[in-house]
């Protein structure tokens, strides 16, 4: 019973004591335990979203949707963790593979949280009747708000290591912001080559679509559909 008590603190973000959650995740005690359990609640977290994204147009979307979000979290870290984890131990960081993946880790446990903690509101929307460019553009709006906050866990913890424990270059932090750049950037890319996550009402369901255009300019024409919706454009 304790063991399981245990587990659940570990599984869990604790959004209430921020200097005990980054004690938490840079403690190399039980660090194989605690990766293990963020994994887990990731891939929950970004598994309910998904449903969440694709109930928009019906089962098989939904369905689709919960297993696409996992996998993008998971392949977003796996291609861009590595380069970045070679960085920072060339520029002097002291923390352990373990230790990194962790922290790392621990900031897709805030963002997927509060992605979650959105679907009230999204389902809202869906429930009165929002159009397809209104739900994408809530959906690309979330999930832009939530890895800011993410991301702003990973630096915090970056700063605890480096102020608090003194194994973690400053110069580390600044490289970061970079990464969370680039971060972006195959993130926008994967999520392109895995649509669709919302489907569109009326059409058939698709697992994937063709490789045309790009994740920019789907979000602008998601911009032109809200202002001028195509069924009120002359001619449409």
Same mark, same amino acid.
């Given at each position: 019973?304790?063991?399981?008590? &245990?587990? =659940? +603190?570990?599984? !869990? *973000?604790?959004?209430?004591?921020?200097?005990? /959650?980054?004690?938490?995740? %840079?403690?190399?005690?039980?660090?194989?335990?605690?990766?293990?359990?963020?994994?887990?609640?990731?891939?929950?977290?970004?598994?309910?979203?998904?449903?969440?994204?694709?109930?928009?147009?019906?089962?098989?979307?939904?369905?689709?949707?919960?297993?696409?979000?996992?996998?993008?979290?998971?392949?977003?870290?796996?291609?861009?963790?590595?380069?970045?984890?070679?960085?920072?131990?060339? &520029?002097? =960081? +002291?923390?352990? !593979? *373990?230790?990194?993946?962790?922290?790392?880790? /621990?900031?897709?446990?805030? %963002?997927?949280?509060?992605?979650?903690?959105?679907?009230?509101?999204?389902?809202?929307?869906?429930?009165?009747?929002?159009?397809?460019?209104?739900?994408?553009?809530?959906?690309?709006?979330?999930?832009?708000?939530?890895?800011?906050?993410?991301?702003?866990?990973?630096?915090?913890?970056?700063?605890?290591?480096?102020?608090?424990?003194?194994?973690?270059?400053?110069?580390?932090?600044?490289?970061?912001?970079?990464?969370?750049?680039?971060?972006?950037?195959?993130?926008?890319?994967? /999520?392109?080559?895995?649509?669709?996550?919302?489907?569109?009402?009326?059409?058939?369901?698709?697992?994937?679509?063709?490789?045309?255009?790009?994740?920019?300019?789907?979000?602008?024409?998601?911009?032109?559909?809200?202002?001028?919706?195509?069924?009120?454009?002359?001619?449409?």
């Amino acid at each position: 019973m304790g063991k399981g008590r &245990l587990l =659940s +603190r570990e599984f !869990l *973000p604790n959004f209430h004591d921020k200097e005990g /959650s980054l004690e938490k995740i %840079t403690d190399e005690k039980n660090l194989a335990g605690k990766i293990g359990s963020q994994l887990i609640l990731v891939n929950v977290l970004a598994l309910v979203y998904g449903i969440v994204m694709g109930c928009y147009n019906g089962f098989n979307q939904a369905l689709s949707s919960a297993v696409k979000m996992p996998v993008l979290f998971s392949l977003l870290i796996l291609i861009c963790f590595p380069a970045f984890y070679v960085i920072q131990s060339v &520029l002097g =960081s +002291r923390l352990t !593979l *373990p230790q990194m993946i962790s922290i790392i880790l /621990s900031g897709f446990v805030y %963002t997927t949280s509060i992605m979650v903690s959105f679907s009230t509101i999204v389902l809202f929307f869906l429930i009165t009747g929002g159009n397809y460019a209104f739900i994408q553009l809530l959906h690309v709006a979330i999930i832009a708000l939530a890895g800011v906050f993410g991301m702003k866990h990973i630096i915090d913890g970056l700063k605890y290591s480096c102020e608090k424990k003194n194994i973690y270059p400053k110069t580390g932090i600044t490289v970061f912001r970079f990464w969370i750049v680039i971060m972006f950037f195959v993130g926008s890319q994967l /999520s392109w080559s895995l649509r669709p996550f919302i489907g569109v009402k009326g059409k058939p369901f698709e697992l994937f679509r063709k490789q045309e255009g790009n994740f920019y300019q789907a979000l602008a024409c998601s911009f032109a559909d809200l202002l001028d919706p195509p069924e009120k454009q002359p001619g449409k």
